[in-house]
């Protein structure tokens, strides 16, 4: 089965850390470029950070400097360290993967099933 596969979410107090996980089944992740979105309740989907096959990143104004994306191909994994976390962080996060893409992801051919992030004391 072809699929993209996050992990890692949880609940962490504010100024803690989360790594998350987008694991790819079926398919090698070394020809993709890989995108971590976020949507939480009431609000528009966001761009968090993305990784292109040359492993150069971008990464959203709100993110910048506390977040680190990259990639283990040999582990076919695709990681976002998430540091200083705050409750704004809040959301859904999901990871998509477009073939032969750079960034940013527009369009995907797989898309995750979502990890829930809660930034709460």
């Known amino acids: 089965q072809l699929q993209l596969v996050e992990s890692g979410g949880g609940l962490v107090q504010p100024g803690g850390s989360l790594r998350l996980s987008c694991a790819a089944s079926?398919?090698?992740?070394?020809?993709?470029?890989i995108a971590w979105f976020r949507q939480a309740p009431g609000k528009e989907r966001e761009g968090v950070s993305c990784i292109r096959r040359s492993g150069d990143t971008d990464y959203a104004d709100s993110v910048k400097g506390r977040f680190t994306i990259s990639r283990d191909n040999a582990k076919n994994t695709v990681y976002l360290q998430m540091n200083s976390l705050k409750p704004e962080d809040t959301a859904v996060y999901h990871c998509a993967a477009r073939r032969y893409s750079g960034c940013p992801v527009l369009t995907y051919d797989y898309w995750g099933q979502g990890t829930q992030v809660t930034v709460s004391s």
């Open positions: 079926g398919f090698t992740l070394d020809s993709y470029a």
